[in-house]
């Protein structure tokens, strides 16, 4: 089949997804409600088709993580083989910001700021159309694989390369949003990341003697950052660290304003940290073997449920199980950890539910996601990330050229490098 035959193929089977999206009740219900929420209820139909196609390829309809794609294969019939295999393509895009390496005649060579790696791709349009991107701009672009081409099935925001720190951010924020798309198509990543994860999962063992800490927020970022000094050996004194582990004066559940802030410059406004929060409540900080470290607020709060016989009797009781159970950033392997650590675990979330849930009905309800793939902490991930470690003024260990010091001789990671970078030794050339 011609390059020209597969995008008219390509082009008819979007169209007929958006035609079904329109066309099926329930779903056109659904991308009403949604067009509501984003206030584009009446946005021109220009606008619309534009919002039409994230909707088809981004929107999860329901907890059991049904898709457009996946309700059009159960609900069309008559879809040939082709059709079926072009759908499947779609469901596994790959949304991300990407530098423009080189333009080609027919294509793009693009690289993925997420997973790191560099695509050929073409166009769905003829290039004449796509002027406006040349080497060494950056594209907000949606790509996916069909027949061992890829393809650009859209783009939604061209920058020049004197963009390059907002692009950069946004590619941060889908790691953030998505920490398995860093590694899902690249094995070495993954690889490097379950190196790190098991290295710092000991660290953690060493420092506290256990996996799991409650502390209150006020002191969560100072126990966080001791902790990443005990791992790079600036602080080898365990006791010190042990002093930001405060017991709550009471364990409650309440709505945090700063967790609901909507904020662009996400990475500026997370740097103050939990402290910075008006009210005064428990963090769990935990490191899973498997996924990572997670920072958990109110999990003290939430262990206190399990374990209390008048559960009832603690405050927020119930929005506090419901929020952990549907936080779909909370993975699955949290939920098991209290369902093997408390016995009325499932007793409780049932009376509040009203429901019969076992552990395995509960987990495909609320965490399906978390059961199909390894979706690893995203503070473990964005670590791995040289998009991120440029972004931050990291130096990667591996771009850079370690001067040769004198046998014996290691300099403090708060000291000046030796490379001459101007940079401290830790964020330089003794990074990990």
Do not use: W
Not at 107 to 126: C, I, M, R, S
Not at 141 to 165: G, H, M, Q
Request: hydrophobic fraction near 35%.
């Amino acid at each position: 089949m011609s390059v020209i035959e597969k995008v008219t193929d390509i082009s008819n089977t979007i169209s007929k997804v958006f035609s079904f999206v329109l066309e099926n009740e329930e779903i056109k219900q659904d991308f009403d409600e949604y067009l509501k929420t984003i206030g584009a209820y009446n946005a021109p139909p220009s606008k619309v088709q534009a919002i039409l196609s994230t909707y088809v390829f981004e929107r999860i309809l329901n907890r059991k993580r049904e898709t457009v794609f996946s309700k059009y294969l159960d609900e069309k019939t008559g879809t040939d083989e082709r059709e079926k295999n072009l759908i499947k393509a779609f469901q596994s895009s790959i949304n991300a910001i990407f530098e423009v390496k080189n333009v080609f005649k027919n294509g793009f060579e693009l690289y993925n700021l997420v997973d790191e790696k560099t695509y050929t791709v073409l166009p769905l349009v003829k290039m004449s159309h796509l002027r406006g991107i040349y080497k060494g701009t950056y594209i907000a672009a949606r790509i996916f694989e069909y027949e061992n081409e890829y393809y650009i099935v859209e783009i939604s925001e061209t920058a020049s390369s004197l963009a390059k720190d907002i692009m950069y951010k946004r590619a941060v924020a889908k790691i953030i949003e998505e920490p398995e798309a860093l590694y899902k198509n690249n094995p070495e990543k993954l690889k490097e990341i379950e190196e790190e994860i098991s290295k710092f999962n000991k660290k953690f063992t060493e420092c506290f003697g256990k996996d799991e800490i409650i502390t209150t927020n006020d002191n969560a970022d100072n126990l966080i950052a001791a902790f990443n000094d005990f791992c790079f050996e600036e602080n080898k004194n365990t006791e010190d660290i042990k002093n930001f582990i405060t017991e709550p004066e009471t364990y409650r559940f309440f709505k945090v304003g700063e967790f609901d802030s909507a904020y662009d410059n996400f990475l500026e406004n997370s740097l103050g940290g939990f402290s910075s929060h008006r009210e005064k409540y428990d963090v769990g900080v935990i490191y899973d073997g498997e996924l990572g470290l997670y920072i958990v607020p109110f999990y003290g709060t939430l262990c206190k449920i399990f374990e209390n016989k008048d559960y009832k009797s603690i405050e927020g009781y119930e929005a506090c199980v419901k929020n952990f159970l549907e936080n779909d950033k909370l993975p699955a392997n949290l939920v098991k950890r209290l369902y093997n650590e408390y016995p009325d675990f499932l007793k409780v979330v049932n009376e509040i539910y009203n429901k019969d849930y076992t552990i395995e009905s509960l987990l495909a309800e609320f965490k399906p996601h978390f059961l199909a793939g390894k979706i690893m902490s995203p503070t473990s991930v964005l670590y791995a990330s040289k998009t991120f470690s440029e972004l931050m003024g990291f130096i990667p260990a591996e771009e850079t050229e370690k001067p040769v010091l004198p046998e014996g001789v290691k300099p403090g990671r708060n000291d000046l490098c030796p490379c001459g970078s101007g940079k401290k030794y830790k964020k330089c050339c003794g990074m990990v």
